[in-house]
Nanobody, 121 residues
Framework: VQLQASGGGLVQTGGSLRLSCRASGFAFSSYAVAWFRQAPGKEREFVVSVNSDGGKQYWADFVKGRFFIDRDNAENTVYLQMNSLKPEDTAVYYC???????????????WGQGTQVTVSS
């Protein structure tokens, strides 16, 4: 059972990144997937969750309209497209999976290792 997050990097303010979260070892298409992020010195916070078929998405208010999520169940992968990035988006981004949607990180039992996103001003 594994989630592999990738796609982070260094980008200037206003730039874009596309994060990927690839699953293996479990029935990915039956699971909701979420992205959380954690900035230095701060608690992990919810960014977005998508249900198992991709038809429902739940967003944190601070990213609406800038980020987009998509999932490809045939490839066992969820993508997080991040546009108009700001320095305050700098954080380690984690993907997580569970059967039912939740915006609380304690509810998730499958986690990726995190990918660093750094937005320079």
């Amino acid at each position: 059972v594994q989630l592999q997050a990738s796609g982070g990097g260094l980008v200037q303010t206003g730039g874009s990144l596309r994060l990927s979260c690839r699953a293996s070892g479990f029935a990915f298409s039956s699971y909701a997937v979420a992205w959380f992020r954690q900035a230095p010195g701060k608690e992990r916070e919810f960014v977005v969750s998508v249900n198992s078929d991709g038809g429902k998405q739940y967003w944190a208010d601070f990213v609406k309209g800038r980020f987009f999520i998509d999932r490809d169940n045939a490839e066992n992968t969820v993508y997080l497209q991040m546009n108009s990035l700001k320095p305050e988006d700098t954080a380690v981004y984690y993907c997580a999976a569970r059967i039912y949607y939740s915006n609380t990180y304690d509810d998730y039992n499958i986690w990726g290792q995190g990918t660093q996103v750094t937005v320079s001003s």
